[in-house]
Structures are given as structure tokens and as C-alpha cells.
């Protein structure tokens, strides 16, 4: 017994707590299902689990650099469907695919000026603003093909969604390249503290000489190309451009990063919670779908799974809130 205490005691050590529920959270779905389904617990299953997250996680790249500045941004869903009708109406057009991802891109830079745009110069609130970035570029992939989706035959442009690379499909490589890179960009440089900075406290970053909506407009601009990015690489894998997919993509994203550990309120988190929340709602979901759950049955379980990731932010935030008291408390003792 006192052996297995202090094994655990020396896990904690190693991993931090949030980090620690994240991953026992992850075998506890991945224990049930597989027991509900026995082809759950399988290396196919596994990847593509990982292939299906590969979207998910490149969007919340995006969203855990807003939520941090305390932003959100609710139109990846819609923005993703655009990129892919996009890429592909380009590619139909005999545009080379490298020009034509390179225009798509470009777009998913113009979304996120667009965006920021609202945020920083006419002061809308980022939850309304991306709102209405989401109906409009909903509406622009169903008017750029009429509705119908569009046919991809292009080898090259194909070659994304079925290149594998140690048996593992390239868009997996590409999620877990990016979040490395913006993983270490955000603990690492000055950049990433800037983004902590302004989410902590937006005036005091000011008054610090940073300058907040540069930082904003750059955030946006990320968040547009990953989804842009992410655009391309699922309508490869789907081997069509389609203006319905990705509905409610932004709010899996979403769920995702705060169960990772960000916090809504801005100032907290990092890409390795980010990373295991992405995996855990997309095992998650992966195994309502194995195990026959209803459609609409899955709605209130997603839905219930955001509302415990909100009330574990709020649980954390109070926790922060009460060891900060506690530390000015202390403080203040110490000098009297």
C-alpha cells in the first residue's frame, strides 16, 4: 500500500494535476467504450481517432491563442467549409493545387483580418464578431458551388489526405508539427508572453508598451490560416469540397482547449493541455459513435461535456483566485 502511494505521489510530481486528470479522464473513455465495443481498442481505431482529431486540433491551435488573450472566435466551422469548396472550385478551375492552397491560405489571412478588424475598430465583442463571420462565410461556401459539393480528381491535391508516413496519415503529422511549433512559440518566446500578458490584464500589458490589438490581429490571422489549413487537408480526406461539413467544429475546439486547462477568462493554459483535451474529445465522440449512441442523443452528451469543461475552468479559476488571497495574506503578514 505505502508503495503504491508513493509511486503515485512520485506520478504527481512528474505531472502536473490538471495534466494528470486529463489523462486518467482519457483512459477511463477509452476503458468504457472498449468495453462496450470491442473493436474500439484497436491500433485502427486509434488512428483514426487521431486522423478525425487532426482537424479539431488545428483549430484549436488557433482558439488556445485567443482564448489566452482572452478572445474566442466561433466561425472555424463555417470558415473550414469555405477553404475546402475554395481549394477545390480552384483546383476544378485547372489551377495548379499549390497555387490554389496557396490563394486559400491567403483567404484564411483575409478572414482573420476580418475579424479583427470588428474586434479592434468597431469594438464588437469577439463572440458576436466571429458570429457574424460565421453565417456570412457559411453563406459564401454554399454560393461559391451552388450548394452541390465539388469533385476533387487532382492526384496531388488527393495525395494530402492519403500520404502516410510510419503508417500514420500526413494530416496527423501536420496537426502534431503545428501544435510543437505554436506549442513552443507560446511558452518560449516573447510573443507567447505577450499573449499571456494581454489576456491577464489587457491595460497593464499597455502600459507595459505592448500593444494589444496588434497582438489580437495577429492571433486572428493564425486562427484563420490553420483553419484554412485545415479546410484544404478535410476536404482532401473527404476527396470533395463540401459548404455543410464542419458544423459545430468550432465548439468541439472549444471544449477541447478550456478541458485542456485554458481558461475563458484569459491569462492561463498551454498546447500540451490543448493537445490531450483535443485527443479526449475526439476519443470521446469517436466512441458515441462506435457504441450507437443517437445523433441526437450525442448533441446533449457533447453538450454535457462542454458544460463540464466550463464548470472544471470555473473550479480552476477559483482555486487560482483563492491561492493568490492567500498569498497576498501572507505577504502583507510577513511585512507587518
Known sequence: MEKGK??????KSL??????????????????????NGNYFSWTNF????????LIGLVAIGHTYLIIAGQNDLSPGSVAAFTGVLCATLVSMGLPFVLAALVTLLSGVVVGLFNSWMVNKIKIEAFIATLVTQFVFR??????????????????????????FLSIPLS?????VLILIFGLVLAKTKFGRSVYAIGGNKDAARLAGLNPQRIVTILFVIMGVVTALGGIVFSSRMHSGQPAANV?????????????????????????????GVILIQAFNTGLIMVNVPSFWQYVARGALLLFALTSDYIRKTKREKALLEASK???????
Open 6 to 11: 508513493n509511486m503515485w505521489v512520485r506520478v
Open 330 to 336: 501572507k505577504a502583507l503578514a510577513s511585512n507587518n
Open 139 to 164: 453563406g459564401f461556401a454554399y454560393i461559391l458551388c451552388d450548394g452541390r459539393p465539388v469533385s476533387i480528381t487532382d492526384s496531388a491535391y488527393l495525395s494530402i489526405g492519403a500520404t502516410r
Open 47 to 54: 488512428v483514426n481517432i487521431l486522423v478525425a482529431a487532426s
Open 248 to 276: 459545430n467544429l468550432e465548439f468541439d475546439a472549444i471544449t477541447a482547449v478550456v478541458l485542456g486547462g485554458v481558461s475563458f477568462t484569459g491569462g492561463v493554459g498551454d498546447m500540451v493541455g490543448t493537445i490531450l
Open 172 to 176: 496527423v503529422w501536420i496537426m502534431l
Open 15 to 36: 505531472i502536473p494535476g490538471d495534466k494528470l486528470i486529463l489523462i486518467v479522464a482519457l483512459i477511463i473513455v477509452v476503458a468504457i467504450f472498449s468495453s462496450l
